[in-house]
């Protein structure tokens, strides 16, 4: 009988964990779940869930290719199919970026040119649209699935199991009128009316529900000059929009750097490796001077300008932020884009930015090592600093920011840490009240865009995997606790799922240790920075190297038993 392996999803983690397995020479019974009812291009890239306007958060460069690469793809379209996907032919570049549902039909094909290899491969493949996974059940040797579908539930068991839910998506947007939890689906903002909007967020999650919304009240175009421009509908005079945040700040431009990234000067893999291994837990302090040392290291005058040699990592963020914080957001962000589009130009790295941006998987090496404390610590105070430096947006997005602001349908909201949300829940008939340092907004229509929230073992929809303790919370040293190998190491649980290096929950369980969660959202506590489709691949990877290498063994074992 042929290894039997279910991937329930197909979305990019899913995809790139087949990726991997069809390359296998033993053949294999691969089953893929998938939800919806078109295998392939994940939610976070499909037509239904996403507005044309909504950019992807990864330039093509950046894009791991399936079976070619994005821009390949996009090269041997036909003209017609370029113009039903809004793409310019001679504006197709590396580092350009696309809209998501482009991603989407690009995932798509190469899903189709995998299940061709797969079964060119001797693969017995099974490809299963509309099936929900709705629970899991771990026995001695196989894992059990229960699968509905629109004939009813039934059961199927299999060796290997790979959780690849991906988003964990609201089943209601409009949780109340005019309240929405979520920027997505799409469609869902279209009924926004011509009122004031106000949008939690300002990271490229705010910025898709704004350009849902402000393409539904009016259109983006270029001027005579190229420059971009906003153009809002007749009888849409009473839309503005109102992007908010602690730190009131837009997101950066995606700026120019080498690809793949250079390898850091002092704060490397080895140096941050060597701290893992003295056994010591607090080492967050240590990591940042490893960090700082880098900056100093790769711009000086950088360094110099904020003082970098007295700052802490409760200090850093500060003097990261602090020129942003005193400027004008549009400002800043006009300034910003010339800059960028300059330096794009120039082929110019600014060397302080590189130095941030090619450690932060360097430094996330060390975080399930930390203690309570100095995790509590990274997660406060240092962890925002990368994601702000990575989480750069489209220059396409900022042109249609200052498009927004210069006809007056935009400004951004600084929250601060002491704000009070009203909705319909508090006796508003509509929408939401913001309240920050004794002043309300009052919008009609409200949208939550804070992104994807991290969620706990508790939170799987899979009951008898919970009930029967096959995941638990993850666990991280107390502060002040001794070695790892300290049988009396005393730990907390602090959330997420506890996995080990192959993506396997940890568990006491004598159930089958085959079971592998590859979905994100129980994986962001002790991995902050896994997230877009990088990170898919790097999972995808891990889990499907480590499904090969126990069925090679498995088969080793097998043909070592005497007849």
Known sequence: MLPR??????????????????????????????????????TPYHPDVNDPAMLSNIPSIE??????????????????????L?????????????PRVVLGDYMQEQFDRLCETARANGHDLSVLARH??????????????????????????????????????????????????????????KTVRNERVGILGTSLSGIDALMTVATAHGMFYADANGDL??????????????????????????????????????????????????GRHDLLDDVFDLFRREI?????????????SQLTVETFAA??????????????????????????IRQHTVPWRYAILITHEIVARVIPHLDEQDLKRFHRHFKGIFIDDYATVPLTSIRRLLALSRVGKLDILKLGEDYKIRTAEDGLDRGAEVTVAGDAYRFGAFIDATGQET????????????????????????????????????TVRTGGIDVDEQYRPKTTSSMSNRLYCAAIAFLLHKEPFVQGITSARDIGETVGNAILADVMESETRLFQIPA
Not at 63 to 84: H, I, K, N, S, Y
Not at 138 to 147: A, N
Not at 322 to 334: G, K, L
């Open 86 to 98: 809004g793409v310019m032919r001679n504006a197709i570049d590396d580092r350009e970026f696309y």
């Open 455 to 490: 969620l706990s073992a508790t939170d799987l929809p899979f009951p008898t995997l919970v009930a029967q303790g096959g995941v638990k919370l993850s666990e991280t040293p107390v502060a002040g606790t001794l070695r790892e190998t300290d049988r009396a190491l005393d």
């Open 132 to 189: 929900k996974v709705i629970d899991i059940e771990l026995q001695p040797e196989q894992i059990r699935l229960r699968v509905e579908n629109a004939d009813g539930q039934s059961d199927a068991l299999f060796d290997h199991v790979v959780m690849a839910t991906g988003h964990n998506w609201p089943d209601t947007t409009e949780v109340r009128p005019g309240y929405f939890v979520s920027p997505w689906p799409a469609a869902a903002l």
């Open 5 to 42: 392996i279910a991937i329930i999803g197909t979305g990019p983690t899913g995809l790139y964990t087949f990726k991997q397995l069809v390359a296998s020479t033993v053949p294999l019974s691969l089953t893929l779940y998938e939800a919806e009812g078109e295998p392939g291009k994940g």
């Open 63 to 84: 894009l791991p290719a399936f079976t070619e690469t994005l821009v390949g793809w996009l090269r041997r379209q036909t003209d017609a199919r370029l113009m039903e």
């Open 319 to 344: 003097a990261y932020y602090r020129d942003r914080v005193e400027s004008d957001p549009f400002v800043w962000a006009a300034r910003n884009l010339a800059e960028t589009e300059e330096n794009r």
């Open 229 to 278: 421009q906003y153009q809002p509908a007749e009888g849409t005079e009473d839309f503005h929009a109102t992007m908010m945040s602690r730190k009131g700040l837009l997101p950066e431009a995606d700026f120019y750097c080498p690809l793949p990234y250079m390898t850091p000067r002092i704060c490397t893999e080895e140096a941050i490796d060597a701290l893992i291994a003295s």
């Open 296 to 308: 100093v290291a790769a711009d000086p005058d950088y360094a110099a300008r904020i003082g970098l």
